[in-house]
């Protein structure tokens, strides 16, 4: 009788393990790879606003890590205030950045240095801004926080000349068919391989004028594509922020 409990027992701790066990990926299920970009100039000048409007050249993005600023690398694009009807997609008001991803697509996370224009705020260690992301992706818009801003808190960088903004992006379901056309049981396709080109715009609403930094190894803005893991700051595909609550002005 004894041991016929501890049996049922040993049997009841098994189930309720396997339970919590995390599910195996299968040979047909999709993969996905991750990738770190950054940000670069896209233009003759090293203004992000200037080749845009006059070059309709946009920052883009690219695997290649920049060097130091003390080589002349570097760009800025300023984020201004302004009651011009912009293109709300490639606003040459706000940050901008245009590249592409190939592959299946779920979640991103962006990191990106801001230079703040009110002075008082440079020597803070933290500052909390209201934001508005939006994100297309071939030509959809996947992503828009501009009527209900996302905040998310800066962190001291380069001695107080920026600030480090990290927010991630998720459930953008862009996944292909990991399809066994061979028959052996093997998907064929298991990252994907379509194209996808992206546009990131990040409107500081709190701001008069600040300049997002990039394209430099003190400045190394960019993005990585399906991360290991998500930052404290999370934006759903929907536009909904999570993780993050509304407020007027900075502190």
Known sequence: MRFSRVASLATGVLVIASAFTP?????LDPKFQTQRVYFHCNGSTRIGNVNLVAEEAVPSWNTTAPDSVTGGE??????????????????????VWKGTFTGNLDTLTVNVHQML??????????????????????GQRLVDT???????????????VTHLLTFSIKDLG????????????????????????????????????????YDTDETDSGITFNPASLSNVIIPATGTPAAARRHHGRR
């Not at 009807?85 to 606003?91: M, V």
């Not at 801004?129 to 071939?138: A, C, E, M, P, Q």
């Not at 862009?174 to 990131?200: A, F, K, R, V, W």
């Open 23 to 27: 599910a195996q990926a299968g040979p």
């Open 74 to 95: 570097g760009c800025l694009t300023g984020d201004v205030v302004t009651p011009l009807a912009i293109d709300p997609e490639e606003n040459p008001a706000d940050g």
């Open 117 to 138: 224009g009110d002075g008082w705020l440079a020597d803070k260690a933290e500052v909390s801004s209201s934001y508005g992301i939006r994100l297309n992706v071939d």
């Open 146 to 160: 501009e009527d209900d801003a996302v905040v998310i808190t800066g962190t001291s960088a380069n001695s107080g």
């Open 174 to 213: 862009l996944i292909e068919p990991n399809l066994d056309t061979n028959g052996d049981g093997i998907g064929d396709n298991p990252y994907g391989s379509q194209q996808h080109t992206i546009t990131l715009n990040i409107d500081a609403v709190d701001a008069v004028f600040d300049m997002w930094a």
